[in-house]
């Protein structure tokens, strides 16, 4: 039995409520599926649009075999496009982060437009054309403050997930927002791993002292039913949405994206040890209230986020091999707060900086148990874990599709 007949086998034998089979989670045949049909097909987060303030502005990513540059042209449009030269191949854009006003290629000065037309080829001869050696374009898409790219030919619809977050994001005014820190950490687990701990709060109260001053662990808050007939979040929401902030739970029909503002407990109006600001600048001059405890947005494979009164949290989830995931951390401040004056740098980042560390341990353990042959897949949680099962399904249903054809019958929500 070949690979794709083998995993769609034990997709379509899998037992619903039930981890899956370990080849899922260790075997690297299986991972390159997963790059094949959902990291190379569907839409990633990469950053936010204030990270590329001016034209010439970029950041580089790595996805799978594919490097990217994500640039801000002299027009101001954010442009992305396959870091490899037309020539000879080489890498254009070395740095994680940089400014330039062209793409020059370090190898051989290959020099592009923003856009990726190339401009000069230096000695290439009198009938070299210029036009036909641009650097090839990625599809590229802002919403909210937040920029995707898909390497497909021909990607999947945006506008379903820019009409769905746009009214709860906008208000943030993340577009006018700075990266106040970023750190990425190396998790030793595949990327499922990392989403199924992310899913719930079952493993929090004991293992994230420092989140559960502040985050409630109430799985109506974390999973994906019953958060309308809690009435703490009903009355949050009518709080909320009082003062015109969009707050009610939302999720696509085939469960890849959602979300919802959640109550921080008790007090609390942000993600300190003592719940109060980090960050006396409010995050956007639009919302005139604290507590107004944290929206959520997940979007499979690549983004959960937590933006408050004060600042806000985004994660970025890639692959690096079927056992390591690269999880990046950013926390968002309004543009012009100080730091030392407006937010110290430690109390803004001490509590996730903790639980980031915590969930990579985490995800490490459960990988390493995973490798053993007396592995089998075990149930979940059917009063935490609803949101680690969600997830779960979500991905079964659409590697079944793509390997098939055809639309799995299993629901997602």
């Known amino acids: 039995m070949d690979i794709r007949s083998d995993m769609l086998s034990r997709l379509k034998n899998r037992k619903p409520g039930f981890s899956l089979d370990q080849?899922?989670?260790?075997?690297?045949?299986?991972?390159?599926?997963d790059l094949e049909h959902i990291w190379y097909k569907d839409w990633l987060f990469i950053g936010h649009d204030c990270e590329l303030p001016n034209p010439?502005?970029?950041?580089?990513?790595?996805?799978?075999?594919?490097?990217?540059?994500?640039?801000r042209d002299n027009d101001g449009k954010i442009n992305a496009l396959h870091n490899s030269c037309r020539h000879r191949g080489s890498r254009v854009c070395l740095e994680h982060k940089g400014q330039s006003p062209k793409l020059v290629c370090p190898y051989h000065q290959w020099t592009y437009e923003l856009d990726g037309k190339l401009l000069y080829a230096r000695q290439m001869g009198e009938n070299f054309d210029t036009s036909?050696?641009?650097?090839?374009?990625?599809?590229?898409?802002?919403?909210?403050?937040?920029?995707f790219i898909c390497l497909a030919d021909e990607p999947m619809?945006?506008?379903?997930?820019?009409?769905?977050?746009?009214?709860?994001?906008?208000?943030?005014?993340?577009?006018?927002?700075?990266?106040?820190?970023?750190?990425?950490?190396?998790?030793?687990?595949?990327?499922?791993?990392?989403?199924?701990?992310?899913?719930?709060?079952?493993?929090?109260?004991?293992?994230?002292?420092e989140l559960c001053k502040t985050y409630p662990e109430a799985p109506t808050a974390t999973g994906v039913n019953g958060?309308?007939?809690?009435?703490?979040?009903?009355?949050?929401?009518?709080?909320?949405?009082?003062?015109?902030?969009?707050?009610?739970?939302?999720?696509?029909?085939?469960g890849q994206f959602r979300t919802a503002r959640m109550p921080l407990l008790r007090d609390a109006v942000s993600y300190t040890m003592s719940g109060r600001k980090a960050v006396q600048m409010r995050l956007s001059d639009q919302v005139n209230m604290d507590r107004i405890g944290t929206l959520l947005l997940f979007h499979y494979p690549t983004t959960w986020n937590h933006v408050l009164s004060d600042h806000a949290v985004t994660f970025r989830v890639l692959p690096i091999s079927?056992?390591?995931?690269?999880?990046?951390?950013?926390?968002?401040?309004?543009?012009?707060?100080?730091?030392?004056?407006?937010?110290?740098?430690?109390?803004?980042?001490?509590?996730?900086?903790?639980?980031?560390?915590?969930?990579?341990?985490?995800?490490?353990?459960?990988?390493?148990?995973?490798?053993?042959?007396?592995?089998?897949?075990g149930p979940y949680s059917e009063v935490h874990e609803g949101g680690v099962a969600q997830f779960v399904e979500w991905y079964a249903n659409f590697m079944e599709?793509?390997?098939?054809?055809?639309?799995?019958?299993?629901?997602?929500?």
């Open 23 to 33: 080849p899922f989670y260790i075997d690297p045949a299986y991972y390159q599926l």
């Open 56 to 71: 010439g502005s970029y950041m580089t990513v790595q996805v799978g075999a594919y490097p990217v540059v994500i640039v």
């Open 132 to 147: 036909g050696f641009g650097m090839k374009p990625v599809a590229c898409e802002t919403a909210g403050g937040y920029i």
């Open 157 to 209: 619809d945006f506008a379903p997930f820019r009409a769905m977050m746009e009214p709860y994001f906008l208000p943030h005014r993340l577009r006018d927002a700075k990266v106040a820190f970023e750190s990425t950490i190396i998790e030793k687990g595949n990327w499922k791993l990392v989403w199924e701990n992310n899913r719930e709060c079952y493993h929090c109260a004991g293992n994230h002292p």
């Open 227 to 254: 958060a309308e007939d809690d009435p703490e979040i009903a009355e949050h929401w009518q709080k909320c949405e009082g003062i015109g902030l969009p707050s009610k739970f939302v999720i696509d029909p085939a």
């Open 322 to 377: 079927a056992t390591e995931t690269a999880v990046t951390t950013k926390w968002l401040v309004h543009k012009d707060a100080v730091e030392g004056i407006d937010y110290r740098l430690d109390e803004l980042t001490h509590v996730w900086t903790e639980t980031n560390d915590q969930d990579r341990q985490i995800v490490e353990e459960n990988a390493f148990g995973i490798q053993s042959p007396a592995y089998e897949p």
């Open 401 to 413: 599709k793509r390997l098939t054809g055809k639309p799995a019958l299993r629901s997602v929500a």
